[in-house]
């Protein structure tokens, strides 16, 4: 553990099994300085556990700058649970992960991540309070991806200002990866602001209802990074910027809501110098999780959920502003200010 790569003085690594359901999971919480850890659980067939240790390491410490940075009163936290989300699933397997959960007395708040969807944390709920994301009770906030998608869009206003001179996005053609739920919304606001819409999917259906509302031409999954755009928006998968892609980007302006755009953090300083404006991806995706944390909170506002938006649209300013100013990546700067932000909580 203490030799792991990705194990960056985590607070606590916890580890259950539970013999009568199968359950194996590890729930990572990486600090609580800012206050109780919240982030996903994620389901996942792992080859074995340290690959399984590693990601729930690697996931945890993501999430505590996430919070950080959307200025939200949570520390970062993950779990995993190590099995097949299409055949493994049962009600005791919840269960008993809702247990797991309770037993950390609040350190963590779980909701949910890939391989778990809506009615898996509902189960778990029935044995902890600690589980977000809920569709019913009083403090219930549902869906995330409409609050996640406004802070994408306006996220795209903020960078398209500092690449262009304007944040008006009328008249500019943005290539969209993926229009699944994140990029579905975002693609509804970035039409309604005027922009020209490129779009891909590897869903058809999906495909053909967002051209049809919004206009989009539709481009097969690879050409989409050659399309003659101004701005990329990726929704759908991690580690798409990577050498391959990043020469073939006509682009001035990466942002969108995937999780973990860059191959790695060094690929950040490539896309500087090769004069693309990069939007952090946890910084403009935090969206989602201001959301939760509305829920978590126990009285659920609406208000306050777009006050911290806004809040997080100024911090993601400040980022790009810093960066452009000391000629460093924006991956780089933003990892500053989440750090530092940890750093001052815990002092
Ligand atoms: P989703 O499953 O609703 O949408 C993803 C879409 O990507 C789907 O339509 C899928 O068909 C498409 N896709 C898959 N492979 C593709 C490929 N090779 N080329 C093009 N499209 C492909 O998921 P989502 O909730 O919209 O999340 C999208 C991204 O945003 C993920 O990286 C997720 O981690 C991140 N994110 C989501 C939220 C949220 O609130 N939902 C918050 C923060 C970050």
């Not at 945890?60 to 939200?72: C, F, R, T, V």
């Not at 099995?83 to 708040?109: I, P």
């Not at 058809?204 to 051209?211: F, G, M, P, V, Y």
């Not at 989009?216 to 928006?233: C, L, T």
Request: proline share 3%; glycine share 10%.
């Amino acid at each position: 553990m203490f030799d792991n790569p990705a194990f960056d003085n985590h607070e606590g690594v916890h580890f259950f099994s539970d013999e009568p359901t199968g359950l194996r999971a590890v729930i990572a919480i990486h600090s609580t300085a800012l206050g109780p850890s919240s982030g996903g659980t994620r389901m996942w067939d792992y080859p074995d556990s340290h690959s399984m240790v590693t990601d729930v390491l690697r996931l945890s410490q993501g999430m505590s700058y996430k919070n950080a940075m959307a200025s939200i009163p949570h520390g970062g936290g993950k779990a995993v649970i190590w099995g097949n989300s299409k055949t493994d699933k049962t009600e005791a397997l919840f269960r008993a992960f809702g247990r797991a959960v309770d037993s950390l007395q609040g350190r963590y708040w779980t909701a949910e991540d890939v391989g778990i969807d809506t009615a898996d944390i509902e189960i778990a709920a029935q044995e902890t309070r600690y589980a977000a994301g809920l569709t019913t009770g009083d403090a219930a906030s549902g869906d995330p991806s409409p609050v996640t998608a406004l802070g994408v869009f306006k996220g795209i206003q903020q960078t398209a200002l500092r690449a262009f001179g304007s944040d008006d996005l009328n008249g500019k053609t943005v290539a969209v990866q993926g229009v699944g739920s994140v990029g579905g919304y975002t693609c509804k606001h970035l039409a309604e602001a005027g922009a020209n819409l490129v779009i891909t999917d590897i869903d058809q259906d999906a495909l053909a209802e967002i051209a049809k509302n919004t206009g989009a031409k539709i481009v097969a999954p690879d050409d989409i990074y050659d399309v003659d755009a101004d701005i990329f928006s990726p929704n759908a998968l991690g580690a798409i910027i990577n050498e391959d892609t990043l020469k073939r980007l006509k682009v001035k302006v990466i942002a969108g809501g995937a999780n973990n755009q860059l191959v790695t953090p060094a690929m950040g300083e490539f896309v500087r110098r090769a004069g693309i404006l990069y939007a952090p991806d946890y910084v403009i995706n935090g969206g989602g999780i201001i959301n939760v944390a509305a829920e978590i909170s126990g009285d659920y506002s609406r208000a306050w959920v777009d006050q911290k938006l806004e809040t997080l649209i100024d911090t993601l300013g400040s980022v790009l502003d810093t960066a452009l100013d000391s000629g460093r990546p924006t991956n780089e700067v933003a990892d500053e200010i989440a750090r530092a932000r940890i750093a001052a909580a815990r002092a």
